[in-house]
C-alpha cells in the first residue's frame, strides 16, 4: 500500500495539477500553500481532516478511495475490491487498457474451457 503522500500525489497528477495549481483550487474550500502539499506528499507532514475532504471533494471520491483504503460495505470479493479502488485513480486511458486486459482475460479463460 502507498503511503498517504504517495497516494495523494498520485491522485493530484492523475487529475492533472500542479502543486501550486492544487493550492490555488483548494484556496476558496482550505487554504493551503503550495508547500504544504509538498510536505503532505513527502509524508512530511499529515493532513488535517477537513483538508482530506476537500481533496475527496474535488476529486469527486470517497475518503477510503482518497487515502488509498480499499473498503466496502459490501462483504464481496477483497481482490475485485482492491481492483474497483485502483480503477478509482486511473485516468481514462488508464481504465481503458485495464479493461482490454480483463478482456483478454476472460477470453482466454473462455477459450480453456473455464
Do not use: F, W
Amino acid at each position: 500500500m502507498k503511503s498517504l503522500g504517495k497516494q495523494l500525489a498520485a491522485l493530484r497528477k492523475t487529475n492533472g495539477y500542479t502543486q501550486e495549481e492544487l493550492s490555488k483550487k483548494l484556496s476558496e474550500m482550505h487554504p493551503v500553500s503550495q508547500q504544504v502539499i509538498s510536505n503532505i506528499e513527502r509524508d512530511v507532514s499529515i493532513p488535517d481532516i477537513k483538508l482530506l475532504a476537500c481533496l475527496a471533494d474535488l476529486y469527486d471520491i470517497s475518503l477510503d478511495d482518497l487515502i488509498g483504503r480499499p473498503y466496502s460495505k459490501e462483504k464481496g470479493d477483497p481482490v475485485e475490491t482492491q481492483i474497483n479502488s485502483h480503477l478509482k485513480t486511473l485516468d481514462s486511458e488508464g481504465k481503458e487498457l485495464c479493461l482490454g486486459i480483463i478482456e483478454q482475460v476472460a477470453q482466454r479463460r473462455d477459450n480453456n474451457g473455464k
